[in-house]
């Protein structure tokens, strides 16, 4: 199979005229699995050469369009491989009539879906795939599915790294009811690779320069500021006893801090992620993970935070599920911001997530937090707090939307007062493209301030949602508020440079549900006065450019416009400038 792979992929390139994503079957042709790849992927086409079927997605008229697609589908291959190809070679085996499927004509408009001809096929058009029936006990397998135990580095995967592992030797991979054949160098494989994994170690280092300049609002002394910090670290991840593995992300860290004049620098050992985690027990449906996490939703508005936890997990299927109980044994002791919310020493966490794949990236979410949390942070000194909540979010015609509906109910004790929290809030928004680099966004955010809605206090709400090239918070980059007693009207611009390097642009419009005194999520802001629900305005600006395991630089400028609840202040705006480089080596 190997050599025909080989064979095939060079003489495609011979012949290359597009890009295409593909996936090669050592099965003959059925109908009834191609019918479910098309049903995946409307706009993919099974073909065959000799014996050997093909899956593909096409075309692309280039290797950043099909890259930039694969990330999208990934999880659903096998072996994704990316080559230029031939449209003209290979038998179209199924769909027959390609007038009966959808095909991208170009990638700067939108995807035209043909008209089918049946009702039949109309109907079942859209039907997602259930992988369930692809587990681990059932024998009819096909190798477009996910591979849940072969994990690969690269998107673009060589023939050279695809053949051999890094010691130039033929990979081995074992399985339950692996099917063994002898390759050239007469080295035992198995082809169907299901649920084991070789041994095998991988490390890398990076080196993280951070720098942070803020000045914040004015009454009677002036509240600015700096921190900076220079993170020197090691990953490390080894894969053990067929279906196991231990990760480490540990640093040594130098950080100096300057808060109004208040001086401080530190040298420590930080270790941000550091467990064993499980591949395909029980079929996949439940593996475990212990130790240190860093455990986060899909957009960081319910939890984001490296917790010591025990975690039941499941992760390939349409159906997927997470059981977290978490707790941090020591503080964090660095976080970009230093914000207060970084102290969790002694808390306690119960989290179970779940989602499901309803149609094609289409999902729908729903979350339970208990939260037993010890921040000790100036105001807070205890919350005891249960979370319910839905998450929706997919892509229809080009248009990604969202929406996250969420209850907090429990008790916060502040140094002041005991607060009793029974509200409700939720984000709503979405994200169209204008042309093919440039895309617009927005949404609306609401947490009840007279029910007294919270977020938990592991939520961050810095994400990389609405493009996977950039990463900001998306209430702002300088009042970056927990959305409790506030209203939030965001319209953001994102602009594709290239396929590493984005620009994103947002504004944001700040109001009070009920006029209170409110304190926000960094020292740089003074409480409101009370007297009116005018929070203000934001504008930020945020460059990246990323290289994944390579290398990454983001630069980033905001300025707050502060409201008429910041009157009595005799300066009530605030900025916030930063950096941050990153780059890995072997």
Known sequence: MKKVVLILIISLFAFAKEYSIIAFSTKTFNKKAAQKFIARFPNGVVKQYTRFVEYKIEPFGSYQEARSYLVKVRKYYKHPLIIPYNPNLGIVLYPKNKESFVKIKKRNVKIVSQVVNTEKNNKNKWLPYCKNECGCKIKKRYSWEINKTVILSSLNIK?????????????????????????????????????????????IFYLDIY????????????????????????????????????????????????????????????????????????????????????????????????????????EYNLFTYQLIAATRINNETVTDDNSPKAKLKNSSFFILHSNYEYFYRNNLGFYYIYEHS????????????????????????????????????????????????????????????????????????????????????IATNYSDYLNKNISFRYYGEVLNPILENLHIVSLYGIYDMNPRESILASVHNYRQDVKKKSYFNTRYFYPTSGKSKDIGKEIDFVYQYYIEKQKKLKIGAGYFFGGDAFDYLKEKNAYRIFLNYRYYWK
């Open 159 to 203: 023939v050279k790294d695809y053949l051999k592992n890094e010691n130039n030797k033929t990979v081995v991979l074992k399985g339950q009811n692996n099917r063994p054949h002898i390759s050239e160098n007469n080295k035992t494989v198995y082809e169907n690779n299901i649920c084991q994994l070789p041994s095998f170690s991988n490390y």
């Open 211 to 314: 720098g942070n300049l803020f000045k914040g609002q004015k009454d009677k002394k002036r509240l600015f500021g700096d921190n900076e910090n220079i993170k020197l670290g090691i990953m490390y991840e080894k894969y053990f006893w067929n279906n196991w593995k231990f990760f480490t992300d540990s640093r040594i860290i130098l950080s100096r801090n300057n808060y109004s004049g208040d001086i401080s620098n530190k040298i420590y050992l930080d270790i941000n992620e550091l467990y064993i985690r499980s591949f395909c027990l029980n079929c996949d449906l439940a593996n475990i993970l212990i130790g240190r996490k860093k455990t986060e939703d899909f957009r960081s508005w319910w939890y984001d935070a490296p917790l010591d936890e025990i975690m039941i997990f499941n």
């Open 374 to 457: 010890k921040p000790n942070d100036g105001h807070v000194k205890n919350r005891k707090l249960s979370f319910l909540g839905i998450d929706l979010n997919g892509i229809r015609k080009n248009i990604f939307y969202w929406l996250n509906l969420g209850y907090s109910g429990g008790k916060i004790d502040k140094y002041t007062k005991t607060y009793r929290s029974e509200g409700y809030g939720f984000d709503i928004g979405f994200k169209a493209p204008y042309s093919q680099k440039f895309s617009y966004a927005a949404s609306y955010a609401f947490g009840s301030g007279s029910n007294y809605f919270t977020q938990p206090y």
